[in-house]
Nanobody
Framework: QVRLVESGGGSVQVGGSLRLSCAAE????????MGWFRQAPGRERVLVAV???????THYADSVRGRFLLSRDTPTTVHLQMNSLKPEDTAVYYC???????????????WGQGTQVTVSS
């Protein structure tokens, strides 16, 4: 069974940077898009960024475009570099994997356990 193992996250001041990593472990993991969603308290879980299996196509939410960079250095590992962080970036961030780049949560087959990101002013 595939597991998505997340690392990174934590607390940072406004304008700071954090890096999240996600690795797929166990089981067969072929041709999956990988990326990150986030969920703030009282809000829905929404897409942050997702990249294709090859890493040559990446989609970003408007709210993070130009500040966040999603990279894929192996077929099973992605990194989310988050720069110029704002208080509204505070949320639990979830790694996800699915057959292709989509916005809808139910399209994704695998989820990480979530990691907290807190941005304070």
């Amino acid at each position: 069974q595939v597991r998505l193992v997340e690392s990174g996250g934590g607390s940072v001041q406004v304008g700071g940077s954090l890096r999240l990593s996600c690795a797929a472990e166990g089981g067969a993991f072929n041709s999956y898009a990988m990326g990150w969603f986030r969920q703030a308290p009282g809000r829905e879980r929404v897409l942050v960024a997702v990249t294709s299996w090859s890493g040559d196509s990446t989609h970003y939410a408007d709210s993070v475009r130009g500040r966040f960079l999603l990279s894929r250095d192996t077929p099973t590992t992605v990194h989310l570099q988050m720069n110029s962080l704002k208080p509204e970036d505070t949320a639990v961030y979830y790694c996800a994997a699915g057959p292709a780049i989509r916005d809808a949560l139910d399209y994704y087959d695998y989820w990480g356990q979530g990691t907290q990101v807190t941005v304070s002013s």
